[in-house]
């Protein structure tokens, strides 16, 4: 448990970091890292509706970058979308 609960807090201090960040620089060219790092960790930590606002911020300032296509790639198959793939 001590390992799980540390993880946590290793995901939350991370998450710190990102969304200050976010907040200082909203224009830094590595804006869709962070986004997308946000993303990743709130799903991590199971909260769904924090993830799914940064990764929509991401597609919609950043929709033609490799983290979006990212983004597209994981959501259309739990959406019942066609991914990248499909015609």
Known sequence: THEVLDA???????????????TRYPTDGRMPYVLYGLGSLYREKGEEAKAKARFSELLRRYPMTNYADEVRAWEAPRAGMPGPESP
């Open 8 to 22: 946590l807090g290793e995901i939350d201090g991370e998450i710190r970091a990102l969304e200050d960040y976010r």
